[in-house]
């Protein structure tokens, strides 16, 4: 079972607020991602970081922000939230390199509603 | 750039066998992953190809063909709970020590009594 932990689950809030979703992992790994997904369609990658004071944009193109100042966490903010912000966010983990495949271990997500 | 090609869905039968294929044209490969996701939940880990050929696990196998660009998920002996979206995912190789996963749309499989 992964231990990779999202907060909150569910979240409904008014345009302009500001919001974080939180992602905990307390496998050690040095690789963490956010994959957006609208139901239906395919997981986005929105950010990932290969480690501490490590962060990238994915492949598809987010208001989103992330940091990385410790190993186990990587929240994602959203500065003034929008409805077409509205959407699951995934987050995931992963350890590349040896002998392992280097799975993503994912959270349960985060659905975030935008009225 | 990537592109992942699935079946948007598929029927089948308890106790039947399915076959769920993806296509996939990438300017780099390190692997295909398989994974299953529950509506509403977390996608979860089922097989990993990098080498061509069969891998085994169980009720599930996944083949791999990179010359093809092409893999499949088998599952045998369906039975309810394999009611799902099963998504097949390759890993980009470029860049070195990368571990970026492009996904593709997902395959909902619906099993019928």
């Known amino acids: 079972e992964a231990d990779i932990y999202q907060t909150p689950r569910y979240l409904v809030i008014g345009t302009g607020k500001k919001i974080t979703l939180e992602c905990s992992q307390t496998?050690?790994?040095?690789?963490m991602y956010w994959y957006q997904q609208d139901p239906g369609m395919e997981l986005h990658l929105i950010h990932y970081?290969?480690?501490?004071?490590?962060?990238e944009k994915g492949d598809l193109s987010s208001e989103s922000t992330v940091s990385r100042i410790r190993t186990e966490h990587f929240p994602l903010t959203l500065e003034s939230a929008r409805p077409s912000h509205t959407s699951q966010y995934l987050c995931?983990?992963?350890?590349?390199?040896?002998?392992?495949?280097?799975?993503?271990?994912f959270g349960e997500g985060s659905r975030l509603t935008v009225l | 750039g990537q592109n992942i090609d699935q079946p948007t869905e598929m029927t089948a039968t308890e106790g039947a066998i399915v076959q769920i294929n993806c296509t996939y044209q990438?300017?780099?490969?390190?692997?295909l992953f398989w994974y299953q996701q529950h509506a509403g939940e977390a996608p979860t880990f089922l097989s990993y190809?990098?080498?061509?050929g069969l891998e085994e696990k169980g009720r599930f196998s996944s083949f791999l063909s990179r010359s093809k660009g092409y893999s499949y998920l088998l599952l045998k002996e369906l039975q309810m709970k394999d009611s799902a979206s099963y998504l097949c995912?390759?890993?980009?190789?470029?860049?070195?020590?990368?571990?970026?996963?492009?996904f593709g749309t997902g395959t909902l499989l619906a099993v019928q009594p």
């Open positions: 995931a983990s992963s350890e590349f390199g040896g002998a392992g495949t280097g799975e993503l271990f």
């Open positions: 496998m050690g790994h040095d690789k």
């Open positions: 970081s290969y480690g501490v004071n490590s962060t």
């Open positions: 990438t300017s780099g490969f390190n692997g």
């Open positions: 190809n990098v080498l061509d």
């Open positions: 995912a390759v890993r980009d190789g470029r860049g070195g020590a990368t571990n970026k996963l492009i």
